[in-house]
């Protein structure tokens, strides 16, 4: 292991120069087919198999999970997957996982029995709203680094780069796909993916841009950019971005939040709970908005008001109202805390669900939720978002489309540096 951390740090220091324009990482974004969530792969890369593992990217988890089993070894190793290590309750990485404690998970008081070699956390798993203990554990992430344009092996291959994560029973994948076999935690937390790796090469912060088909490959990158896409290779996507502050409710929120001052369809304003700013949480857990039973009636009104003369047909669940798909969305502004407006396009407000229906993609939460508004990701597909974690701030683009883009522009052929 010394020998291993030598030659790291050596490869390290060596590398600099040469992979110096190689200030981020990315990683490729499938929609998953069952569930409409995005995934990626166990690899962190390009899937090469049809039976590839996958982990559900999740904007509220604290940490990486998956499926797998902590092996302990007495020889020194490291280079190999399967050499992992326990973390010990008394670390500050141990401290971390436990302040993000979900109050619905099982106690951790076991120390007892275990005593300090082990850090048990409770993985959560969103789809089925279960979590189990487990612990925390040290493994190897062997990323594709990039330029912006397309991805290298960059300078830590074939090592990997050391994060922590938790192993999970395979009881906990119940409800999830076949092939997905945990979560990588996306959040503010200090143990997500995004934070873990700016500690060691990359800014604390990250794009995403989800596919819309279940064929393509979307990409999120962690990194400062730029970020380029083939269809306008010499254009900076970040220069499309408009920014509004995010909202942390405190130290230890996971989620990220924004404020928006109104919503406009057509033009005309729906009525918002009073009070200044609504907040809207953003989110890769639900497949289409969730509004407030009154916000969802008020935006309904608007948006029938603004088609005009169009008849409902029969709603398809989980929707309740619909129209023939021939029909052109009305144009639908969230006015955002800091003025700039993020337009959601008819491909992102109207689902076509077959049969010549397409059905408003915004679902009735009811009278109780936690939050007013949650976008889903069926509204984040083919836009780019750019969470900037160290100056608290949110970029989003609206639709690519309308610029000639779409979030499958990313060249993935690989390319040596």
């Given at each position: 292991?010394?020998f291993?951390?030598?030659?790291?740090?050596?490869?390290?220091?060596?590398?600099?120069?040469?992979?110096?324009s190689?200030?981020?990482?990315?990683?490729?974004?499938?929609?998953?087919a069952?569930?409409?969530?995005?995934?990626?792969?166990?690899?962190?890369?390009?899937?090469?198999?049809?039976?590839?593992?996958?982990?559900?990217?999740?904007?509220?988890?604290?940490?990486?999970?998956?499926?797998?089993?902590?092996?302990?070894?007495?020889?020194p190793?490291?280079?190999e997957?399967?050499?992992?290590?326990?973390?010990?309750?008394?670390?500050?990485?141990?401290?971390?996982?436990?302040?993000?404690?979900?109050?619905?998970?099982?106690?951790?008081?076991?120390?007892?029995?275990?005593?300090?070699?082990?850090?048990?956390v409770?993985?959560?798993?969103?789809?089925?709203?279960?979590?189990?203990?487990?612990?925390?554990?040290?493994?190897?992430?062997?990323?594709?680094?990039?330029?912006?344009r397309?991805?290298?092996?960059?300078?830590?291959?074939?090592?990997?780069?050391?994060?922590?994560?938790s192993?999970?029973?395979?009881?906990?994948?119940?409800?999830?796909?076949?092939y997905?076999?945990?979560?990588?935690?996306?959040?503010?937390s200090?143990?997500?993916?995004?934070?873990?790796?700016?500690?060691?090469?990359?800014s604390?912060?990250?794009?995403?841009?989800?596919?819309?088909?279940?064929?393509?490959?979307?990409?999120?990158?962690?990194?400062?950019?730029?970020?380029?896409?083939t269809?306008?290779p010499?254009?900076?996507?970040?220069?499309?971005?408009?920014?509004?502050?995010?909202?942390?409710?405190?130290?230890?929120s996971?989620?990220?939040?924004?404020?928006?001052?109104?919503?406009?369809?057509?033009?005309?304003?729906v009525?918002?709970?009073?009070?200044?700013?609504?907040?809207?949480?953003?989110?890769?857990?639900?497949?289409?908005?969730?509004?407030?039973?009154?916000?969802?009636?008020?935006?309904?009104?608007?948006?029938?008001?603004?088609?005009?003369?169009?008849?409902?047909?029969?709603?398809?669940?989980?929707?309740?109202?619909?129209v023939?798909?021939?029909?052109?969305?009305?144009?639908?502004?969230?006015?955002?805390?800091?003025?700039k407006?993020?337009?959601?396009?008819?491909?992102?407000?109207?689902?076509?669900?077959g049969?010549g229906?397409?059905?408003?993609?915004?679902?009735?939460?009811?009278?109780?939720?936690?939050?007013?508004?949650?976008?889903?990701?069926?509204?984040?597909?083919?836009?780019?978002?750019?969470?900037?974690?160290?100056?608290?701030?949110?970029?989003?683009?609206?639709?690519?489309?309308?610029?000639?883009?779409?979030?499958?522009?990313?060249?993935?052929t690989?390319?040596?540096?």
């Amino acid at each position: 292991m010394q020998f291993l951390n030598i030659l790291l740090i050596f490869l390290s220091s060596f590398s600099h120069t040469v992979y110096s324009s190689l200030n981020n990482s990315v990683i490729p974004i499938k929609k998953d087919a069952q569930t409409s969530l995005p995934k990626i792969t166990w690899s962190y890369q390009v899937p090469t198999r049809d039976d590839e593992f996958y982990l559900f990217l999740d904007l509220d988890a604290p940490f990486v999970w998956k499926d797998c089993i902590i092996r302990h070894s007495d020889v020194p190793c490291g280079l190999e997957e399967g050499c992992r290590f326990p973390v010990r309750c008394d670390t500050p990485l141990c401290k971390e996982a436990k302040s993000y404690i979900n109050p619905i998970c099982p106690s951790l008081n076991i120390t007892d029995k275990y005593g300090c070699s082990i850090c048990t956390v409770t993985p959560y798993n969103p789809i089925s709203n279960t979590c189990k203990i487990s612990q925390l554990m040290t493994d190897l992430a062997t990323i594709y680094y990039t330029n912006g344009r397309n991805p290298s092996r960059g300078p830590r291959w074939p090592f990997g780069t050391e994060f922590v994560l938790s192993c999970a029973p395979k009881s906990l994948l119940k409800s999830f796909p076949t092939y997905v076999r945990g979560v990588a935690g996306f959040s503010w937390s200090g143990l997500g993916f995004p934070r873990q790796l700016s500690s060691i090469d990359f800014s604390a912060k990250f794009a995403l841009c989800l596919p819309a088909s279940t064929s393509g490959l979307g990409v999120t990158f962690l990194g400062d950019g730029p970020f380029y896409f083939t269809d306008s290779p010499n254009r900076d996507l970040r220069t499309l971005l408009s920014y509004t502050p995010m909202v942390r409710k405190s130290l230890k929120s996971l989620g990220y939040y924004i404020k928006i001052n109104r919503i406009l369809i057509k033009g005309a304003p729906v009525t918002l709970p009073s009070g200044k700013g609504t907040s809207v949480k953003i989110s890769t857990r639900v497949p289409y908005t969730v509004l407030e039973t009154n916000i969802y009636k008020a935006f309904v009104s608007s948006f029938t008001k603004a088609l005009g003369n169009v008849g409902k047909v029969t709603a398809v669940k989980p929707f309740s109202y619909c129209v023939k798909d021939s029909v052109v969305a009305p144009k639908i502004d969230l006015e955002t805390e800091s003025g700039k407006v993020w337009s959601i396009s008819g491909e992102n407000s109207l689902k076509r669900v077959g049969n010549g229906v397409a059905c408003l993609a915004f679902v009735d939460g009811g009278s109780k939720v936690t939050y007013p508004i949650v976008i889903g990701t069926f509204q984040l597909e083919n836009n780019l978002l750019y969470f900037d974690l160290v100056n608290q701030k949110l970029g989003f683009s609206s639709s690519l489309l309308a610029q000639g883009s779409s979030c499958g522009g990313f060249n993935f052929t690989e390319v040596t540096s």
